[in-house]
């Protein structure tokens, strides 16, 4: 497996929508999880959403109902839709995966992950 490349970044006004893409070389016969993080300036990398290969999908409380994380094709694309955008989601936004499925909690952390992607920034202005 090689390293996630990210794109779609850019910058918008709040109340628009952007939609982050995530390429990833994965085994389709194996369980696989990619996943969604993002920092922001002198913050921790957080949690935003995950998906695993059996169907799953995970979403931090702050972006649920605005941002759906899907996976295309045999799994080997991952995007990020983002709607309804505020200054707060302002970050580089990271695309992350390993091979294997996790929980709602396990998910969520970034240990799990080692394949990361060298980011995409978001810029959410008010």
């Known amino acids: 497996q090689v390293q996630p490349v990210e794109s779609g970044g850019g910058s918008v006004q709040a109340g628009g929508s952007l939609r982050l893409s995530c390429a990833v070389s994965?085994?389709?016969?194996?369980?696989?999880?990619v996943a969604w993080f993002r920092q922001a300036p002198g913050k921790e990398r957080d949690f935003v959403a995950a998906s695993t290969r059996n169907g799953n999908t995970y979403y931090a409380d702050s972006v649920k109902g605005r941002f759906t994380i899907s996976r295309e094709g045999v799994g080997n694309t991952a995007s990020l839709q983002m709607n309804n955008l505020k200054s707060d989601d302002t970050a580089v936004y990271y695309c992350?995966?390993?091979?294997?499925?996790?929980?709602?909690?396990?998910?969520?952390?970034?240990?799990?992950?080692?394949?990361w992607g060298q980011g995409t920034q978001v810029t959410v202005s008010s």
């Open positions: 992350a995966s390993f091979n294997g499925h996790c929980s709602n909690i396990g998910c969520r952390d970034r240990r799990l992950y080692n394949y």
């Open positions: 994965i085994r389709t016969d194996s369980p696989s999880t």
